[in-house]
């Protein structure tokens, strides 16, 4: 009933949102979630931070080491 078009839907959606390319290097755009954490200098508690960072070919090496 639909379902199977649906979820075709979903799925060519999902591709083309995922699918940037970069200006510089020309290569597609990997989108990540990276938890970054920092010490808070007054308390010394860890604070933690949740970012959407976008990987190439520009910083793959700076991001992934
Ligand atoms: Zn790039």
């Given at each position: 009933m639909g379902k199977s078009k649906s979820f075709a839907d979903k799925m060519s959606k999902a591709?083309?949102?995922?699918?940037?390319?970069?200006?510089?290097?020309?290569?597609?755009?990997?989108?990540?979630?990276?938890?970054?954490?920092?010490?808070?200098?007054?308390?010394?508690?860890?604070?933690?931070?949740?970012?959407?960072?976008?990987?190439?070919?520009?910083?793959?090496?700076?991001?992934?080491?």
């Amino acid at each position: 009933m639909g379902k199977s078009k649906s979820f075709a839907d979903k799925m060519s959606k999902a591709n083309q949102d995922n699918t940037r390319h970069c200006a510089q290097c020309g290569e597609s755009v990997t989108t990540v979630k990276m938890i970054t954490s920092e010490k808070v200098e007054d308390t010394g508690a860890w604070k933690f931070r949740q970012n959407f960072v976008g990987i190439c070919k520009c910083n793959e090496k700076d991001i992934i080491g």
